[in-house]
């Protein structure tokens, strides 16, 4: 089995930046891409990025391209996200991921889900 946890979230103002952490434990061997995820009050889980097992392939949502990074380290079986220039709209909470085979938009390509971060961002 493979286990995630996700630190970091909290509370920050318009502007500012957090950086949430994802460890994973268990059978790291059988992980390849990562993920995160964000559902705001109200709405449906959405995508925000994911990063390949080798860290050279990334995809950002829209909305968060150029403010938000998404670092790994497959040491430490860790992923991170760098959020920066943070607003309101950025409130969610915030789940990472980690898929079997390859990297994804797709929430189905992900066999492991962490137990979700708040992040809220005041105005």
């Known amino acids: 089995q493979v286990q995630l946890v996700e630190s970091g979230g909290g509370l920050v103002q318009a502007g500012g930046s957090l950086r949430l952490s994802c460890v994973v434990s268990g059978r790291t061997f059988s992980i390849d891409g990562m993920g995160w995820f964000r559902q705001a009050p109200g709405k449906e889980r959405e995508f925000v990025a994911t990063?390949?097992?080798?860290?050279?392939?990334?995809y950002y949502a829209d909305s968060v391209k150029g403010r938000f990074t998404i670092p790994r380290d497959n040491v430490q079986n860790t992923a991170y996200l760098q959020m920066n220039s943070l607003k309101p709209e950025d409130t969610a909470v915030y789940y990472c991921?980690?898929?079997?085979?390859?990297?994804?938009?797709?929430?189905?390509?992900?066999?492991?889900w962490g137990q979700g971060t708040q992040v809220t961002v005041s105005s």
């Open positions: 991921a980690a898929a079997r085979y390859g990297y994804s938009r797709s929430q189905n390509e992900y066999a492991y």
């Open positions: 990063i390949s097992w080798s860290g050279s392939r990334t």
